[in-house]
């Protein structure tokens, strides 16, 4: 019988990620540096131009779950964003290889859809407060 680390649960925090991680390692900082600037980039509407300018960058170095997962949520928030900058019929109908590429390899690392999921959203997005009586707080945003 496995455990309930094996499912990636928590005895104190349950299917929220207990310490989640904060950024990616220095290799994918162009990543980092995006999803930390993302709701100035939404509200300028331009993200689309910034993606311009990245790198393709492999997975080759992000091994563990937690790795893997923080990847996910970034690229998923960055190609949401990408596609829905300009808002209702400004959408876009495809994604540059920068983002795609790398969201497609790593959620068919995790076994999961290529979108923004609830446990990106909510789950491995919460910042557990350090008092009793403080609520978490999200991660990233849109806004």
């Not at 990620?17 to 600037?37: F, G, H, Q, Y």
């Not at 949401?80 to 209702?88: F, M, N």
């Not at 859809?113 to 446990?119: A, D």
Request: negative net charge; charged residues 25%.
């Amino acid at each position: 019988m496995n455990n309930i680390e094996s499912y990636c649960l928590s005895y104190k925090t349950g299917a929220i990620v207990e310490n989640p991680m904060k950024s990616l390692p220095l290799k994918w900082k162009a990543w980092n540096t995006i999803i930390d600037r993302l709701p100035e980039l939404s509200r300028n509407r331009s993200l689309r131009k910034e993606i311009e300018l990245l790198p393709l960058l492999d997975l080759d170095g992000l091994d563990n779950h937690k790795e893997l997962r923080l990847a996910h949520k970034i690229l998923a928030f960055i190609c949401s964003v990408y596609v829905w900058q300009d808002g209702e019929g400004g959408e876009t109908e495809s994604l540059p290889v920068q983002i795609a590429e790398p969201l497609l390899q790593v959620s068919d690392r995790l076994g999961i859809q290529p979108i923004l999921t609830n446990e990106d959203l909510v789950l491995s997005n919460c910042i557990p407060s350090t008092l009793p009586t403080e609520e978490q707080t999200l991660r990233y945003s849109f806004i």
